[in-house]
């Protein structure tokens, strides 16, 4: 049997009878990604929702920045945030570099614009009617503010969704700001990147496998809420 | 029968251009109302100041004989419901749609769906409460719309083109609803349209507006009364009119003022119904004169200044009025 279909079965056997070291790396990168999304979340809905909402000075300017702030590469946000937080940094002193924390941080920084920037082009783009029908039935700006969020509640999931999907993948923050250490800060992506080359190779191919399927379940979870919205 | 509403002096500008210009006019009638003028005359954009939606400009504008003011205008949109030309309907079911409006207005939920189980009933739409309004056709669209806005007891339903976008069946359909809103407690009910047929198979009170100048109806001389199809008469009551020979119901007629063709004598032509009355009043109508004869009712026909100074035509004088029988529309 070849090397890689030994592999697999291995790996696949790893998944099966819910390995120790698989499971606690899984559980990782699903507990950093999710508190991150929920935190960006946080942030980033009610912002993006306002700033579509509100006319203001700066705005074209916003949009600029939030469209290249997706951009940055991951590895240069874990750069800027190693900066920020090594024993040398500002917040050195929190001792914060390679925990748990410092990557829920980094994704947090990683996903808030992406979340940001489609909260605010859904809301953007609604339906000119829509104010207007607000309006013509009296409602007030808040209460304008509150139809427009819940006719854009698709939207705000699945940008939220797709925040998920770019934090639980990235390999960037969670390599700098988290270093790999094994019980501790191990995710899925900087298992797979750094195992492989000390021949954990089984283990690597069932945590791709297990990467894969939550990519595949963000992707359905996306077309179920665009079947939704026709 | 007093209006609503009554313009006086009203100009609006959007940027440099001026879209009304209502120098006095009265509207809100109880009853049907029809605003009659092609795209891009204003029709819009009265709507929307009929529904304290936009300010009125400059001018005095009077709604249920108080002046409206900034301060007031808040107050008074809740007496006026105005249902978007393509309305827009939010991405819930039927009954949402309608609770929401509810909502807005601070009605706690039992009243909010007490309401809308009762105005989806009157309107006969009970059978799509529970559909999304993302699965209704055009036509149902537009009566849950209609349904979202009259479940707030509008005194005033304002309804900016209604009938775009359906197909046939769909507006017989809304014609058949909208002449029942009456009957059904709204005081008065406004539409606007470019299609004047369509005005006249639901009201007789039809409004023109051309680059937001406000006009006579084109279509004044409104009789109703029942079809004779054998005889190919119409009688009002007080008139028999021929109609032309394809007729085959209705119940209104309008005759052209247009294609009245007055006489110091009875002419001997083709034309087949010939009156005689007496000269009412004579007024300057778009460069031509509008006289307004007294037949037994009034009828009115629109003749130039040449054929007005030829007929040596003056008020009280004697007259006889002929025209067509295919001057005649019926509805």
Known sequence: MSFFAESLRTGLGLIVGLDADLRQIVATSLFTSLTAVLLASLVAIPAGVLTALAGFRGKALLKHALNALMAVPTVVVGLVLYGLLSRRGVFGDYGLLFTPLAMIIGQTVLITPLIWNLVLTAVENRDPRLAFTCRALGANRRQQAMIVVHEARHALVAATILGFGRAIGEV????????????????????????????????????????????????????LLQGVRR | MTALYRFQGVRVQRGERLVLDLPALDLGADGITALVGPNGAGKSTLLEVLAFLLPHGTGDLRFAEMPVTPALRAAFGRRAGLVAQRPYLFDRTVRGNVMLGLGLRGLTTALAAARTDDTLARLGIAALAERHAGSLSGGEAQKVAIARTLALEPEVLLLDEPFSHLDAGAIDDLVALIASLPDLGTRAVLFSTHDSDLAARLTSTIVNLVDGCAGLGALPNFFDGRLDAGEHIFDTGRLRVHVPDHVQRGTRIAIDPAHVVLSQTRLESSMRNVFQGRVLSLAEHGGEVLVTVDIGPRLQALVTHDALAAQALRPGGGIWVSFKSNAVRVY
Do not use: Q
């Not at chain 1, 800060?185 to 791709?208: D, H, N, Q, V, Y």
């Open chain 1, 172 to 223: 960037g923050v969670a390599m700098m700001l988290g270093g790999n250490i094994e019980h501790h800060t191990r995710t899925m992506t900087t298992a797979i990147a750094l195992e492989t080359s000390k021949g954990a190779f089984a283990l690597a191919l069932a945590l791709g496998v297990v990467l894969v399927v939550i990519a595949l379940a963000v992707n359905l979870a996306l077309s």
